[in-house]
């Protein structure tokens, strides 16, 4: 049975915490970020990937905007996985993943991920708990590989209410510099909501080697303040330190 | 004879132009950056190409920082193309360029590019003048293909001084956050600067295809106001709109 109970984890902010002071301390925030990737880059010993996931509205996109617009792009790096074409699905589950994974000096943002491969796989039938649990052994193991080469990762998953992803649907609809999001099957899945809940209970449970943030993500302000504080802890946990002269080619 | 005579264009801002008012509009820029990047996204229509180039200390990363950081990064995608592997050299010159081109949608930075194919290598007699001329005209080719599937464009030659450039290779080896910059051949490479500026001429004056924007860059924040509105015109040339619903998977 699953230990982590989505439905009891909170997806909007408590009530004494204030849309500004988050939006003002997220601000400070975003400039130490400035630094501290420029940093990250320049001495070039960590690695840090990123995995943002959650149901369609969630916010992925827009914490992706909110966060890591204010980094050099020449050190960032998002990639979006969307459903696998026949030449990834030719292969492992992860070999599309592994591809995209950071060098050293490197922040990567996976929007969507290989827990795909163990949510909507399921939600869907496309395999059996059998291979779930096959495919969650092979997860922890690729993070683990990861980890041992200096890779730092923060995983996010963004808890929203099914009320709320609703609401954001609908806007799709109705907005028309929205439109362009909205997909004919998004409210399909998202009647799947409880079977989705469950899986990521499992994915969530299943991971060894590195925790899953779950960010309560109904008000954007408060799931971007969250994430930008979370990686900004990591980057201070790092101790880095600029490099001095290096002789020979670079 | 080249026609373009890099020597006799400003490397500096004309004198009438004052940094604060050139600042204040970069940020204006920037704002209309990010949105019409969104629209770009948005619409699928085009893709951008952004070829930077420019000799050692010219400002590359530099005005990456400056000019892209104001975009969702999920929508920008910067590539440094460093001295090509074996496995890069075991392909013609142009295998690892076009892998990095931008799909719809997308805005791609390459920081150094398929120029240096005739630029770094000609200085350093790696190629003749004839194997110059047939990577030029397929380079043409190559830029074509490229605009006929809908991508747009923009190369940036970045012309700083040379003395310009030997006071900052100099300040790489004087301030501590500058040194992992530092590079034990830049200073080589600077002595032949009268070389690379022959081939740069050639190159600039080989494109039929797309022309150069020569840059004046010994000022940063001239030289990323240029580009920011170079980039800007652009977008708004392309009379973009955002879509109204689609039906099936996006």
């Known amino acids: 049975m699953a230990k982590t109970k989505l439905k009891k984890i909170p997806t909007a902010a408590p009530r004494d915490v204030r849309k500004e002071d988050c939006k003002r301390e997220l601000d400070k925030i975003l400039a130490e970020l ?38 050099n792009p020449q050190g960032v790096n998002v990639h979006s996985f969307k459903e696998p074409t026949p030449e990834e699905l030719a292969h492992d589950f992860l070999w ?68 709320e992803q609703l609401k954001r649907l609908e806007e799709r609809m109705e907005k028309p510099e929205k439109m362009w999001k909205y997909n004919a099957d998004d409210l399909q899945e998202s009647a799947l909501w409880d079977e989705y809940m469950k899986y990521y209970e499992d994915a969530i449970d299943g991971c060894n080697e590195v925790p899953w943030h779950i960010i309560p993500a109904d008000q954007n302000w408060y799931k971007s303040y969250l994430v930008a504080k979370a990686l900004r802890d990591l980057f201070k946990s790092l101790k880095m330190k600029f490099p001095g002269l290096k002789r020979g080619k670079s």
Do not use: C, W
């Not at 796989?121 to 993070?143: G, L, P, Q, Y």
């Open 96 to 163: 599309r993943i592994h591809a995209q994974t950071p060098q050293k000096g490197m922040i990567h943002i996976f929007n969507r991920s290989h827990y795909e491969d163990v949510l909507v796989t399921r939600v869907h039938r496309m395999i059996d708990d059998k291979e779930a649990k096959r495919r969650m052994e092979a997860i922890n193991d690729f993070e683990r590989l990861l980890i041992n080469n200096h890779t730092q990762i923060l995983k996010f998953y963004l808890n929203i209410s099914h009320d």
């Open 34 to 71: 400035d630094e501290l990737q420029n940093l990250l880059y320049a001495e070039g010993k960590h690695a840090i990937l990123i995995i943002i996931q959650g149901m369609d509205a969630s916010g992925k996109d827009g914490l992706t905007r909110d966060v890591f617009t204010s980094m």
